[in-house]
């Protein structure tokens, strides 16, 4: 079992910055692929970002490369969503989850956190 607290979300003007934090329970995160997930208002949930085991790889949605970066701190549990130049259309309940392949597919993923709201303002 895992258990993964988001924090770190606000509101922010478009072209700002905001780093997300998801901290893990538990001495096996480091067996867990981790993933970022979001979802605006009306909208399926849909893939942000992800990283492996070792942090060593990342992989993230068209829509954020260049912007976003994933990385992790397996010594903290932690795992965090650098966002720079946000944009109105990231406005979203971001989510962090923990699973076992380093996919952009939701049911790929077992523990989900609760969510945190990022409102960007035009």
């Known amino acids: 079992q895992v258990q993964l607290v988001e924090s770190g979300g606000g509101l922010v003007q478009a072209g700002g910055s905001l780093r997300l934090s998801c901290a893990a329970s538990?001495?096996?995160?480091?067996?867990?692929?981790m993933g970022w997930f979001r979802q605006a208002p009306g909208k399926e949930r849909e893939f942000v970002a992800t990283?492996?085991?070792?942090?060593?790889?990342?992989y993230y949605a068209d829509s954020v490369k260049g912007r976003f970066t994933i990385s992790r701190d397996n010594a903290k549990n932690t795992v965090y969503l650098q966002m720079n130049s946000l944009k109105p259309e990231d406005t979203a309940v971001y989510y962090c989850?923990?699973?076992?392949?380093?996919?952009?597919?939701?049911?790929?993923?077992?523990?989900w956190g609760q969510g945190t709201q990022v409102t960007v303002s035009s």
């Open positions: 538990g001495r096996t995160f480091r067996t867990y692929v």
């Open positions: 990283i492996s085991r070792s942090g060593g790889s990342t």
């Open positions: 989850a923990a699973g076992l392949s380093p996919t952009n597919v939701i049911g790929s993923y077992d523990y």
